[in-house]
Nanobody, 117 residues
Framework: VQLQASGGGSVQAGGSLRLSCAAS????????MGWFRQAPGKERELVGF???????AVANSVKGRFIISRDNAENTLYLYLNSLKPEDTTIYYC????????????WGQGTQVTVSS
């Protein structure tokens, strides 16, 4: 599946953004989806996860601030970033894996989020 991430930008601390990940080429509803981020010098972090059947979860580090959702009819994954902090600054990537498997096989190009204090 081909993935196109968008929606990043520059905001002040406390602001919000909505990231989108548009999928094409395969049946979106057969894929589990994830949002990742990786700051320079740090390990890649799974920020949010959406099972193909619709259930989702976010990492403890962003719980209460970020929300992940998907629209299978629109072939799109979303990540709502609220109450943003400077430490949320980095590139965010969406990724897909066939439902029930363990390895993400398809990645979007990433979208930059910059939060200023």
């Amino acid at each position: 599946v081909q993935l196109q991430a968008s929606g990043g930008g520059s905001v002040q601390a406390g602001g919000s953004l909505r990231l989108s990940c548009a999928a094409s080429g395969r049946t979106f509803s057969t894929y589990d989806m994830g949002w990742f981020r990786q700051a320079p010098g740090k390990e890649r972090e799974l920020v949010g996860f959406s099972w193909n059947v619709g259930m989702s979860a976010v990492a403890n580090s962003v719980k209460g601030r970020f929300i992940i959702s998907r629209d299978n009819a629109e072939n799109t994954l979303y990540l709502y970033l609220n109450s943003l902090k400077p430490e949320d600054t980095t590139i965010y990537y969406c990724a897909a894996k066939i439902a029930g498997t363990t390895t993400y096989t398809d990645w979007g190009q990433g979208t930059q989020v910059t939060v200023s204090s």
